[in-house]
């Protein structure tokens, strides 16, 4: 009898150790069926970081979780899923302003949406642009870029169709379209350092004001990328875009865009642009170099 009692007491301490050990186990389940059991230890946006007892700790990407269930997190177990939305959307407006001999004045206002899966990404956007000096308007631009691209191997290669079109009054261009089709490569992907670099194949199409001929040109059109995060969460980046005609080199147009980004909360946050444009070979009467310091408030949603 007192065999039986002590082999009863040792299955119920082993059932009630049982419990409390899997009262404190986190579950990750992915999107193509497999299961993994530890603790989360770490997460954030975009990785969560689970030790486990065979493995040591094991840094999931979000967009392969289907779902987290935890013991310590009920809400989450049963209603949550950490799947990421798709898309990510915002608007930002940026104003500037100089008086002193010269009053000056600078509008601008941004749209962006982005959807992004594991195996293509599209993106839309369009901005507009609008200044004055003396009380006389001396700047209205508008450009606005429609773009899908795929992975084709290993997600750091991937293929992409590009659709721009642009306005410039004072450049004495109506309207300017390029479609385009390239390959780009990520050297990175993280929250942390992001770098690419990809090239393009397109047809310029140019239509001028004031009785100027069309224009149409083959262009090849290098980009490259690169986002690094600084103190807290603010990021720094650094987008370049060469315009080449193949027929002549030397009226290649040049874009280039610094930004600064320092979140105010998790909708809003601040952006200081430095947008330079250069034509090497500009309409008559039009400055080669476009040079613009933008202070926006952004919104997403």
């Given at each position: 009898?007192?065999?039986?009692k002590?082999i009863?007491?040792i299955?119920?301490v ?5 419990l409390?050990?899997?009262?404190y ?12 059991t530890?603790e989360i ?5 975009e ?11 094991i ?10 269930i ?13 799947t ?7 608007t930002?407006l ?7 001999n ?5 509008l ?5 949406a982005?959807?992004k ?14 200044s004055?000096?003396n ?8 450009y ?9 191997r ?19 261009i109506?309207y ?14 993280t929250a942390?350092?992001?770098?690419m ?8 199409h ?6 100027t ?8 059109i ?16 650094q987008?370049?875009?060469l315009y080449s005609?193949l ?14 980004e ?5 909708k ?16 008559k009467?039009t400055?080669?170099k476009?040079l613009r ?9």
């Open positions: 009898m007192k065999l039986k002590i009863a007491a299955l119920a082993s059932v009630l150790l049982s409390q050990i899997n009262s186990a986190d579950e990750i389940r992915l999107k193509n069926a497999d299961r993994i530890g230890v770490k997460e954030d946006s990785t969560v970081i689970i030790k486990t007892e065979a493995m040591g700790s840094p999931i990407k979000r967009t392969f979780i289907q779902q987290i935890s013991d310590k997190k009920p809400v989450l177990a049963q209603t949550k899923e950490t990421p939305k798709l898309w990510q959307r915002e930002s940026g104003y500037n302003q100089a008086n002193g010269t009053e000056n004045s600078q601008s206002l941004n749209l962006y982005n959807r899966t594991e195996d293509d990404e599209f993106t839309i956007k369009g901005n507009s642009f609008y004055s000096s009380k006389k308007m001396d700047t209205q631009k508008w606005t870029m429609a773009r899908y691209a795929f992975s084709v290993e997600r750091k290669w991937y293929n992409f169709y590009r659709l721009e079109a642009d306005h410039d009054k004072f450049a004495n109506d300017r379209l390029v479609p385009a089709v390239g390959l780009g490569y990520w050297y990175s992907d942390r350092w992001k770098a670099l990809e090239s393009a194949l397109g047809l310029e140019t239509n001028f004001k004031q009785g001929k069309d224009s149409n040109e083959a262009v090849f290098p980009r490259a990328f690169f986002q690094v995060a600084l103190f807290g969460e603010s990021k720094l980046s987008d370049l875009s005609p027929s002549d080199i030397g009226e290649y147009r040049l874009h280039s865009k610094t930004i600064f320092n979140p105010i909360n998790d809003l946050l601040l952006r200081l642009s430095l947008i330079n444009d250069y034509d090497a070979d500009p309409p009467e400055k080669k476009d310091f933008i202070s926006s408030l952004v919104y997403s949603f």
